[in-house]
């Protein structure tokens, strides 16, 4: 199957869908995309180190002075890799501060492990140039984005879902040598939690992972209570230090006071064509799910959508947050049974996961871990995604741009793939840029997981889902072809774009759900 | 074609962060060199060398031969690249004729009818294209490219090029295409550059007398006659002050072309001394007026705009009220107020469900040729006919449901 080409002394291979890709990252093999459910792993997880309770206090107290003693504590040295999570959003202190510390120890060649970076981590680009990071596995957006596009990091970057990044610690693709946890509420013993405290985020579901992987943990906090921290949504069982800092984020950008619905009246109304396709597809039905996060459409479609669903009486089971004030009020309407939120993104959804048992916390190994004995996001009725790009045979990219540039992370976004209904509500058009095109510029998720594209100029349906086309017959949606919509925009925009004028060295690897490399991001000029 | 260059350095639109789907062009003029091109752009690598070509055919096309040209484009639409180059090259005072026409595209060719339904009109600024691009979409009835008012008048020159082309490049959706023109000398001058590029309606401002109307009719004529297209341009005069409103019925009634009357309330309310309140007693008088004129004309009166956006429950109410005071349309300003207006002017089921017994009472009275059309034991006398035919339409029209 696979061809073999030399480029800049890389070897690459050809994957199942027709990409080439790398048999290389960083050093180590990689494993070309074989097809959707076709690669399936053998042998054990990985494990993290066994430890004594000899070794530490047996009053509890890992306290210690200072991010850079514990880093000093940890044994951080060159070439070692460090891992955070995202879940301050872009009200991080935390990730910079902790290469800021690494720089004066003089330590040099780390890699960052962020499970996503955001643009206040722009500062890193500096410790990329210094040499103190070496390069970033993780999600880049902005800056960093910039930085890695235009070929300037060592290494390559490789880009993971969140499931996907779950699935390559637990299967020993990536080995965490410190893990720092910021936390807005500890213990000095190290459990931890994000519902309480000045920079309360909800949840630590992104640092679930490491903190039961990584060969030390390190937990910062600017709330330190007494034993016991409750709940324990990361176990101090699994710490090795308790750092205290004055202030370990922004809250005004860790969460929004409240998520604002968007004002576009093009997103609004693909986002309420979104919605009366779920309805009269006759998927908006009692105990059924769906997914949406806080984005402009997706927002606008769990609000289009509730607004059916009281006039219909329906009730759905549960469903999968990105919690917001629109979804914790369906939960207290008994619109929904239960929110299973992987990240809370204003202060309602903090306090309802907080308060209401109904709101129930999850990580990437119950929501999306492919390596698991299965996950929930196969089992969502309706996932409602964006996409920078998809192509006339469905395939989306959510990661660079059309001219090429990396500039989003890969998210969850490849694991609601698995839905059994995925939508990709998204404008036809943005500024001069079409949007649905021949080819994805990098491919991201396979047209055949693809179910509907929802445009303002018309709904395309994925023709391997004739279920889907026969279930919207008796709909008075504009249902096209996916090719109708295309022509139409490209004879707005004077023509289809010229293809993207890309470089020939890999700036990053595209890895899919079960870790095998499913595209690649090539250099842009400049 | 010919140069009288009365300057060397003209501009068109502007630039700025803000700016989206649009483009800012400088033009100075040289003596030699040909064309100097700088173009900046968003959308380089996808369609930074078309764009380069477009603008060099353009400016052969209207004899600019030797200039420096900037642009900075955020993203505009080949139609609005062009307009706002020939807006430069006008400026600069060359003589281009019809200017640079860019070809028709798909769905820019359908036409219109008298009596077809104009329950919205939505109200686009003249000068923005990023509105035009997507506005079929929403689906309102008819769509305002406007020239008057959301127009500054240092914009006013450019803003035609850009209804021009809009008109000959975006597919409406089946929206009647409609231009609100300037006032007085003015808007004589729009119609050049708007009737010959299938406008189906034109909306004419401050309307005080049927002779206003009657020049922009004779106008529109000669336009049609000189270019030879047989397509029709209605008229809907806008009433918008105490005098307007006091000869609304020789307004409406002024040429054939006229097919609704509507009123502005902005202005009326202030010609008359008086601010615009949502009870809207203030305008009752007029709004009534316009209702009787229209309908004594025989033409359809359409209300004015709900200018509160994010009000949609008084927007429900005001149409709602505007529908019993008979009018059979309004104008929007947003999207997003189109479907609440839809839903406010649908017949009510008890409305609906009447007006069908009618006209199968009607249709049976035709087949057994009687004369008189009767339900039950009384006499349903012509103009209930037709209201009823009226509402069984737009019930059909909107998809509503048989039971």
Known sequence: ??????????????????????????????????????????????????RSCADYPADGNKVVTGLKTALVNAGLRDGMTISTHHHFRNGDMVGNAIFDAAAAMGVKD??????????????????????????????????????????????????????????????????ID???????????????????????????????????????????????????????????????????????????????????????????????????????????????????????????????????????????????????????????????????????????????????????????????????????????????????????????????????????????????????????????????????????????????????????????????????LEAAKGSDLPIRPIQDIKAEVEALCGGPPAAPKLGEKIVAAVKWVDGTVIDCVRQTGG | MTTTTTSQIAEASRRGEDVRSDCWVEITLADSGGIDLALTTKVESMYGESTRQLVRDELAALGVTHARVEIEDAGALPFVITARVEAAVRRLGFDVGDGYLVECGPGTD???????????????????????????VHQPDGIILDLEDSVAPPQKDEARLIVRNALRTIDFKGAERMVRINQGDRGLEDLDFIVPHNVHLLLIPKVESAEQVRVVDARTREILHERRINTRVYLMPI???????????????????????????????????????????????????????????????IDSVFSDVADTEGLRRNVLESKSLGFDGMGCIHPRQIAVIHEAFAPADEELAKARRIVEAFEEAQRRGLGVVSLGSKMIDPPVVKRAQRVVRLAEAMGMPRS
């Not at chain 1, 048999?23 to 066994?50: C, D, H, I, L, S």
């Not at chain 1, 930085?147 to 993971?160: D, Q, T, W």
Request: include cysteine.
């Open chain 1, 110 to 175: 780390l890699m960052w492990f962020p499970s996503a970076s955001f643009p206040c981590n722009a500062p890193i680009v500096d410790h990329l140039d210094n040499g103190v990071v070496h390069h970033i596995e993780g999600s880049m957006n902005g800056s960093l984005g910039d930085y890695c596009s235009r070929g300037k990091m060592r290494g390559m970057g490789v880009l993971r879902s969140h499931g996907g990044r779950w699935q390559a610690v637990q299967d020993g693709e990536v080995h």
């Open chain 1, 178 to 468: 410190v893990a720092v946890i910021a936390a807005p509420t500890a213990d000095p013993f190290g459990n931890a939690n994000g519902v309480t405290g000045p920079s309360a985020c909800g949840l630590l579901g992104f640092a679930l992972v490491d903190s039961i992987y990584a060969d030390h943990v390190i937990v910062v906090t600017d709330n330190l209570v007494d034993f016991p921290c409750l709940p324990w949504q990361i176990q101090g069982n699994n710490v090795d230090q308790v750092v205290a800092m004055d202030s370990i984020g922004d809250p005004s950008k860790i969460v929004s006071g409240t998520t604002q619905l968007t004002k576009s009246p093009d997103r609004l109304l693909i986002a309420e064509m979104a919605a009366k396709f779920v309805r009269d597809a006759g998927i908006m039905r009692d105990g059924f799910s769906f997914q949406a996060g806080a984005g402009g459409t997706a927002l606008g479609f769990a609000i289009f959508l509730r607004e059916m669903m009281k006039k219909a009486g329906v009730k759905a089971r549960f469903i999968r947050g990105g919690s917001t004030k629109y979804l914790v009020e369906m939960l207290e309407e008994g619109l929904t049974d239960y929110i299973l939120d992987g990240q809370t993104f204003d202060l309602d959804g903090v306090r309802s996961m907080r308060d209401n048992p109904g709101h129930q916390d999850t990580s990437p190994f119950t929501s999306y871990n492919f390596h698991g004995k299965g996950c929930f996001a196969s089992m969502l009725d309706a996932t409602v995604l964006g996409a920078t790009e998809v192509d006339v045979d469905f395939n989306a990219n959510v990661v660079t741009h059309s001219d090429g540039r990396l500039l989003h992370g890969i998210g969850g976004w490849q694991n609601c793939l698995a839905g059994k209904c995925v939508i990709l509500p998204i404008p036809s058009v943005r500024d001069r840029i079409p949007v649905i095109v021949d080819r994805v510029t990098t491919l991201c998720g396979p047209g055949e997981l693809v179910d509907v594209v929802v445009t303002e100029r018309g709904i395309a349906i994925n023709p391997w889902r004739t279920d889907l």
């Open chain 2, 239 to 301: 009433v918008e002050s105490a005098l307007g409103a006091l000869r609304a019925f020789e307004i409406a009634s002024a040429t054939d072309r006229v097919v609704a009357l509507t009123i502005g309330l902005e202005d009326y309310t202030a010609d008359i001394g008086t601010a615009r309140t949502k009870e809207a007693w203030e305008s009752f008088w007029a709004r009534s007026q316009v209702v009787n004129a229209a309908r004594a004309a025989g033409v359809q009166p």
């Open chain 1, 1 to 50: 199957m696979s061809t073999k080409v030399l480029d800049m002394g890389i070897e690459l291979l050809e994957n199942a869908a027709g990409r080439l890709v790398p048999a290389e990252v960083n050093g180590k093999p990689a494993t070309p995309f074989q097809g959707v459910r076709k690669y399936k792993p053998t042998g054990n997880k990985t494990a993290p180190p066994v």
């Open chain 2, 110 to 136: 359908y036409a219109t009818q008298r009596d077809r339904f104009r329950r919205s009109r939505l109200y686009l600024p003249g000068n923005e294209p990023k509105f035009a691009i997507n506005a079929g």
